[in-house]
């Protein structure tokens, strides 16, 4: 699944720069750069869009993971009856890893007298993550052995939002649906009788629908 979200968003933004590239509008497009605020408890999102036409556009975007404290919470903390991964509290708060997302803007609704792209748009979103926990010692007969873990996530998101700009400035709030599939892996030892030890390599997925709000804010870039 990993391969094929990964073709997906590399087809996706092959196509859609080609056709941009072949667009011979003389209106100029323009590019814009955004963060978001709203995911800082955990990550670092920032953002590409690029216009293609009056009404659509690319948004490419890359995360830096500096913490999984927000899927321990969700993964552990809330008990719903789930399977819950072999990881502990202090590899999940650090938890580092890295992430990528492509998704196409149509803007359904723009301003009047607006040139390029602005208002209210529909997007559907690829996006991959991979987060790798910290390895932890397991001590068995004066003998040290590492325990390591990652996740890996792919999803889709589906997104309502409404971009405003002043100026230079873009804000940019949302909303949305989405469904994710987390995969954990996890090589564990556990003491068995006779005095050995047995490694455990264990795998969790998790697939559950998500739901997203939130804003970016950025600037936009003239040519």
């Known amino acids: 699944m990993k391969k094929l979200v990964i073709i997906l968003i590399t087809i996706l933004s092959c196509n859609i720069c080609a056709k941009a590239q072949d667009n011979t509008s003389s209106k100029r497009r323009t590019t814009t750069i955004k963060v978001n605020p709203t995911t800082l ?11 293609l036409s009056s009404k659509m556009s690319l948004e490419i975007g890359i995360t830096g993971i500096y913490t999984d404290y927000p899927d321990y919470v969700l993964s552990k903390r809330i008990d719903i009856g789930q399977k819950k ?3 502990t509290t202090e590899q999940f708060v650090d938890g580092i890893g890295f992430g990528v997302r492509a998704g196409l803007r149509w803007y359904i609704f723009a301003p009047e007298g607006t040139q390029h792209a602005s208002g209210t748009y529909f997007q ?3 996006f991959y ?7 932890e010692d397991y001590v068995f007969n004066n003998t040290t052995y590492k325990e390591d873990a990652h996740k890996d996530v792919y999803g889709i998101q ?3 939002g409404r971009q405003y700009r002043r100026q230079r400035l873009v804000f940019d709030p949302y909303i949305g649906v989405g469904l994710r599939a987390k995969v954990y892996r996890y090589d564990n030892y556990t003491e068995v009788d006779n005095n050995m030890l047995r490694k455990d390599r ?6 559950l629908p998500s739901l997203h709000l939130g804003v970016k804010v950025g600037l936009n ?3």
């Not at 408890?41 to 216009?51: F, K, R």
């Not at 993550?129 to 390895?135: E, N, T």
């Open 41 to 51: 408890i955990n990550e670092l999102d920032l953002y590409l869009e690029q216009e």
């Open 85 to 87: 991964p072999n990881i």
């Open 124 to 126: 559907p979103n690829l």
């Open 129 to 135: 993550k991979r987060v790798f926990y910290p390895a």
């Open 158 to 160: 589906l997104l309502l």
């Open 202 to 207: 264990g795998q969790l997925v998790s697939i």
């Open 221 to 223: 870039l003239k040519n």
